[in-house]
């Protein structure tokens, strides 16, 4: 179903420009975009210091981030989201906490690269990233190879990418990529909520939904190793 458009969402979405990056994509081909066009950002003027940078793909509403901003002032956090209209919520709610250590960029993950300098981010966080199931759509999946091979040109040396889903047949998938990408696993448990990860853990707007219906949730550490690509 698709989502209505929310009520003023230019004038709200011009009411954050100073959370906001960037916005859209540069033209409509993802593939080009990716191979040609850059407009790296500074990070470090950007948050106006130089404390690590840690990155959520498909953040939706934001809540994950608003508590870890807020846990942990010292870390600074960008949020990518595809959706604008998902992303405003976002926004707004970072604004109205007052955090500063947030900033988002409104763009699909595939031209990550056009945006964020290569070795720059600590951790990436996949926190229910949709299975997409269907074969035809496997290069959509955020685990997928295509991907994986952008997040490790982001990553720091031993970097590391943090996977929530509730979907045991998806984290299958995605354990498989990680180990052909290079990814080493730090951690890993299929039942988070009933394991020694459970603590500290920041519960997603989506987890949430999953662990009223009594969904375990998978969950796994993947740490960047040198020697590939
Ligand atoms: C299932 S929701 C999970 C939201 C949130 N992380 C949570 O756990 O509550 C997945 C989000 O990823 C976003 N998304 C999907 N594909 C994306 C892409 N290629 N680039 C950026 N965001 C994407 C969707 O718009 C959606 O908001």
Redesign the pocket.
Known sequence: MRMRRKRNLEPRMEACADVLLCRGKPCKNLKEAAETFRALLDLHQIFGNDFPVEL??????G??LLEKATREPNVNFLA????TN??LTAMERVRAAGLKNIRFLN????ILECYIPENSIRTI??????PLPEKSREK?R?TSAR?LAIYRKLLTEGGTIEQ?TDSAEFFDYSLARYAEAGFAVNAITRDLHNSPYAEGNIV?????NFLLQGKPICMGIFEKTSGMG
Request: charged share 20%.
């Open positions: 959520e793909v498909g953040c939706g509403n809540g994950f990518v989201e595809l959706c998902v992303i763009i699909p993950a595939e966080y996949l926190n229910f990233s949709t959509q955020l991907f929530k997603t707007e989506y987890e949430a």
